[in-house]
C-alpha cells in the first residue's frame, strides 16, 4: 500500500529546506535586534484557551479548529495561533507583569482546518512577536517597523503596509451600533458567513473578500470616524511615529482582523503578487487579552507572518536567499583499503564542521565523478590501490580539472 501526504499538507525538501534554514535565521537576527527572545510552545492546548482568547463567533473556532477528546475526555486541540498560547505561557511561567516590558518571539506550525489553496495550507508556520507591557504609541511603531525591516532584510520591496484602527470597549459599540444599522437593509443579499456576522460580530463582515459583499463592504462606516478621543490620539501618534521613519503606511479603513481580542492599532503587510489572499503578515494591539486569559490588565500588541507565503513571494520575486550547502570536498575511493582511509579522512574533515562526502556504493572511478560533480564538490581525491602503494592522492579540482599528487599524511589538511 502507497502512503500519500494528507491533504492541505506540504513535505518540505531538501531543495527547500536552505531557503526556510535561511528565512528563519533573518528571523532570529532582526527580533533579535529589538531584544526580543524566542518561546516555544506546545503544538496542542487545551481547547478552551482559543474559544476564550479568539472568540467563540469567529470562523476559526466554529469552522477550522483541529480539536479532539484525550483518553480522559479532554478537549483538546492543535494551534490555530500563537498568540493565546504565548500568553498562557508568559502567564503560568511569570513572565508577563503589567509593571514590566516583555518581549518575545516565536516560530512553528500552526493548524487550520481551511480551503487548501495557493500561500494557504491546513498545516502552516508562522513567525511572530509578542510585546507585553506597555502601551505607549512607540511600541506599535516599533513592532511595524520591525515587520517591514524583517522583509527588507529578506530583500521584498513591493509590500504595502495597511493600517486601521477598530478601536476599545469605550468607542467600538457605537461604531458596531453603525455597521448594523448601515448593513440591515442589505444583508439578505450578502454571503452566509456575512449573515452570520451581522447577528454576533458586524466587524467581521469588514474582513470579507467575497465579491457580492465587497460592494457593500466599500460604503461601510469606518472605525476611524468613531474613535474616542484616547483611540484617536493613540492612533496619530503611531503614525507619527512611522512617518517620521519615512515608512510607507496606507490608512485602511477597512482593515479588521479576524480574531475577537484586537483593539485599537491592526495592519497588514501585503504582496500584491500573490493576487486575492495577498496578506503575508498581520498583527495589531490586544490589551484585554492577558486580562481575559487570567492575568491582571497588561497592554499588549504584537504580529505573526506567514512562512509559506514569504517563501512564495521570494520564488516569485527570484529572489535567491540560499541554496543547498555544496560539499567541499569528495573522496573517490576504490577498494576496501582505500575506502576505509578515505571514510577516515571524510570523518576528520566533518569534526572540523567542513562539508565532506564519499561513494557508499561501490561505484566505479567514472561514477563517483559524476556524483562529486551533481554534489557540486569543489576539489576530489582520488584513492586507488595504486595510490596507496606510492603513498599518495590525487587532487583534482573540479572547475578547472587540474590534477596533481599529495602524500597521505598531507590529505587531512587538503581544505
Not at 404 to 415: N, P, R, W
Amino acid at each position: 500500500m502507497k502512503y500519500s501526504i494528507p491533504r492541505g499538507t506540504k513535505d518540505i525538501l531538501p531543495a527547500d529546506s536552505p531557503l526556510w534554514q535561511k528565512l528563519e535565521a533573518i528571523c532570529r537576527h532582526v527580533f533579535g535586534a529589538y531584544n526580543y527572545h524566542e518561546i516555544r510552545t506546545p503544538v496542542f492546548e487545551k481547547t478552551e484557551l482559543f474559544t476564550r482568547s479568539i472568540g467563540n463567533t469567529t470562523d476559526i473556532v466554529k469552522k477550522e479548529m483541529y480539536e479532539f477528546k484525550d483518553r480522559k475526555g479532554r478537549s483538546l486541540c492543535l494551534r490555530p495561533e500563537e498568540t493565546a498560547p504565548v500568553v498562557r505561557a508568559g502567564l503560568e511561567n511569570g513572565l508577563i507583569r503589567p509593571d514590566q516590558v516583555t518581549k518575545l518571539y516565536y516560530i512553528g506550525p500552526m493548524f487550520r482546518y481551511e480551503r487548501p489553496q495557493a500561500g494557504r495550507q491546513r498545516q502552516f508556520h508562522q513567525a511572530g512577536v509578542e510585546v507585553f507591557g506597555s502601551a505607549d504609541p512607540l511600541i506599535d511603531a516599533e513592532v511595524i517597523l520591525m515587520n517591514v525591516q524583517l522583509f527588507e532584510a529578506l530583500g521584498l520591496m513591493d509590500l504595502e503596509v495597511n493600517m486601521n484602527s477598530v478601536g476599545c470597549p469605550k468607542c467600538r459599540p457605537e461604531f458596531r451600533q453603525q455597521l448594523k444599522a448601515y448593513f440591515k437593509d442589505n444583508i439578505s443579499k450578502m454571503c452566509d458567513d456575512c449573515r452570520d456576522r451581522f447577528e454576533h460580530n458586524p466587524l467581521r463582515i469588514l474582513d470579507c473578500k467575497e465579491a457580492k459583499c465587497q460592494k457593500f463592504i466599500n460604503s461601510a462606516p469606518a472605525s476611524v470616524d468613531t474613535l474616542c478621543a484616547d483611540c484617536k490620539t493613540h492612533f496619530e501618534e503611531v503614525i507619527k511615529m512611522l512617518d517620521y521613519q519615512e515608512a510607507k503606511v496606507v490608512v485602511n479603513k477597512r482593515l479588521v482582523r479576524g480574531l475577537d481580542y484586537y483593539n485599537r492599532t491592526t495592519f497588514e503587510v501585503v504582496a500584491k503578487s500573490l493576487g486575492a489572499q495577498n496578506a503575508i503578515s498581520g498583527g495589531g494591539r490586544y490589551d484585554d487579552l492577558v486580562a481575559e486569559l487570567g492575568g491582571k490588565p497588561t497592554p499588549a500588541v504584537g504580529f505573526a507572518i506567514g512562512i509559506e507565503r514569504v517563501i512564495e513571494v521570494l520564488k516569485k520575486s527570484e529572489i535567491a536567499l540560499a541554496q543547498q550547502p555544496k560539499v567541499k570536498i569528495f573522496f573517490a575511493a576504490l577498494g576496501d583499503e582505500a575506502r576505509k582511509l578515505a571514510f577516515d579522512l571524510v570523518i576528520g574533515y566533518r569534526e572540523r564542521f567542513i562539508n565532506a562526502d564519499m561513494d557508499y556504493l561501490g561505484k566505479s572511478l567514472k561514477s563517483q565523478l559524476k556524483l562529486a560533480d551533481k554534489l557540486g564538490a569543489e576539489k576530489v581525491i582520488i584513492l586507488g590501490e595504486d595510490e596507496l602503494k606510492k603513498g599518495y592522492g590525487i587532487i583534482k579540482d573540479m572547475k578547472t580539472s587540474k590534477q596533481e599528487e599529495v602524500k597521505l599524511d598531507s590529505l587531512a589538511e587538503v581544505m
